[in-house]
C-alpha cells in the first residue's frame, strides 16, 4: 500500500517505549495526522519523548495505554519486553483485541545472534499480550530511516507477520504512512525468520559491507509472484 492509498484513516497510536525508533515512528506518524501516546517504565523520559515528537503527543501512564490507544506499538529493548506488557496490563487481558506492532530487535548486537532459544519475540509478546492480535514489523528499519521522502518506487519494502488480517491490513497502512510498502510473510509463526534477519544485517554490517548488497534483486513480477504489496 502507498501513503496515498492509506493516510485518510486516523487512528490513535500507543507507543510503548521511549527511545530513538519510539520517536522517530511517532513523529512520522503525527506528520500524518495521527494522534499519539507515549509511555514506558520512566514517566520522566514518556515526557520527554512525547516533547520531543511535538504537539500530537502526550504521556501517560503505562495502565492507561490499552484504554487511549487503537494501535499499540512495542518499541522495547529485549531485556525489559515482558516487564513493559506487564505494565501495561498485557497477562491481564487488557489488550485484548487490539492491534499490537512488535519492532523488538531480539539480537546479541554484538554477534547478530538471536537471543530467544525457541519461538520470537513476537511469540513472546503474543503470550504476554492475551487476545492481543500481534504484527511483527519495523524491526529492520532504523528510526532515521522514516519518513521516506524518495520515489514511491524506490520506497523500503517492510516485511510483516501476523495472524490477523485485520491487524496486518491496519499495520500496512501505517507503514504507507511513512512512505514505505508493506509485504506479508505470512502468519506469526514467520516471526523468527524475519527476526533473524536482523542479526543477518547486522553481521552483513560488522564484515564491512551494506547489507544492501547481500541479498539478490529479484523482481517478482517476473517469476510470476506478483508484488510486495498486500
Known amino acids: 500500500m502507498t501513503p496515498q492509498e492509506t493516510k485518510e484513516i486516523m487512528v490513535n497510536i500507543g507507543l510503548l517505549g521511549t527511545g530513538n525508533l519510539s520517536v522517530a515512528l ?4 503525527a506528520t500524518a495526522g495521527h494522534s499519539i501516546v507515549v509511555t514506558g517504565r520512566s514517566p520522566d523520559r514518556a515526557k520527554a519523548a ?11 501512564d ?5 484504554d ?13 519486553l515482558e516487564e513493559a506488557l506487564r505494565l501495561v496490563g498485557g497477562p491481564d487481558g487488557m489488550l485484548s483485541g487490539t492491534t499490537v506492532i512488535d519492532c523488538t530487535n531480539a539480537v546479541d548486537f ?34 532515521a530511516s522514516w519518513p521516506f521522502a524518495g ?7 517492510v516485511a510483516i507477520c501476523g495472524d490477523d488480517a485485520g491487524a496486518l ?10 512512505g514505505a ?25 560488522a564484515a564491512g559491507a551494506n547489507p544492501r548488497f547481500a541479498v539478490p534483486d529479484v523482481d517478482p513480477a517476473l517469476i510470476g509472484l506478483g508484488t510486495a504489496n498486500p
Not at 50 to 60: F, L, N, Q, R
Not at 151 to 157: I, N, R
Not at 169 to 178: C, E, F, M
Open 110 to 143: 554484538a554477534t547478530g545472534r538471536l537471543l530467544p532459544e525457541t519461538g520470537s519475540a513476537a511469540e513472546l509478546v503474543a503470550n504476554l499480550a492475551v487476545g492481543a492480535h500481534v504484527v511483527k514489523a519495523l524491526h529492520l528499519f532504523a528510526g
Open 26 to 29: 511517532g513523529k512520522a506518524w
Open 62 to 66: 503505562p495502565g492507561q495505554l490499552a
Open 169 to 178: 491490513n491496519r499495520t500496512a497502512a501505517l507503514i504507507g504512512d511513512l
Open 151 to 157: 520515489e514511491v518506487g524506490a520506497s523500503p519494502v
Open 50 to 60: 512525547a516533547e520531543w515528537i511535538g504537539d500530537a503527543a502526550t504521556p501517560i
Open 181 to 205: 510498502r508493506a509485504a506479508v510473510l505470512g502468519g506469526l509463526s514467520a516471526a523468527r525468520q524475519a527476526e533473524e534477519a536482523a542479526g543477518f544485517v547486522m553481521r552483513v554490517v
Open 68 to 80: 487511549q490507544a487503537e494501535v499499540i506499538v512495542v518499541a522495547i529493548a529485549w531485556g525489559g
